[in-house]
């Protein structure tokens, strides 16, 4: 299984991004989804994840009510939708793939993507 993140790039404060990650390798994802963050020095954070048939998700409270996370599986395809974008968002964001439910570690996930750069200027 191999996953692509694409969709980062440079937006001002109070922008969007549409962020993709495309699993290929087979015929779906192994089962929840995840989109992870990290800034140079520091832990990679859990941002959100969903569920394999997208009825369930999860999010970081610090992302709560701007981003969303969201699947369709006929493509291989999960997205996260981010409005309202700050500056303390600015990280390389990755998306990683699980066997088991929705988890916030990063251990819990089996497979990840190259990361994508999203840079909120001020």
């Known amino acids: 299984v191999q996953l692509q993140a694409s969709g980062g790039g440079l937006v001002q404060a109070g922008g969007s991004l549409r962020l993709s990650c495309v699993a290929s390798?087979?015929?779906?994802?192994?089962?929840?989804t995840g989109w992870f963050r990290q800034v140079p020095g520091k832990e990679r954070e859990f941002v959100a994840a969903v569920s394999r048939r997208g009825v369930g998700t999860n999010y970081a409270d610090s992302v709560k009510g701007r981003f969303t996370i969201s699947r369709d599986n006929a493509k291989n395809t999960v997205y996260l939708q981010m409005n309202s974008l700050r500056p303390e968002d600015t990280a390389v964001y990755y998306c990683?793939?699980?066997?088991?439910?929705?988890?916030?570690?990063?251990?819990?996930?089996?497979?990840w993507g190259q990361g994508t750069l999203v840079t909120v200027s001020s």
């Open positions: 390798g087979m015929s779906a994802f192994p089962s929840a």
């Open positions: 990683a793939a699980s066997f088991g439910v929705i988890a916030t570690t990063e251990d819990r996930y089996n497979y």
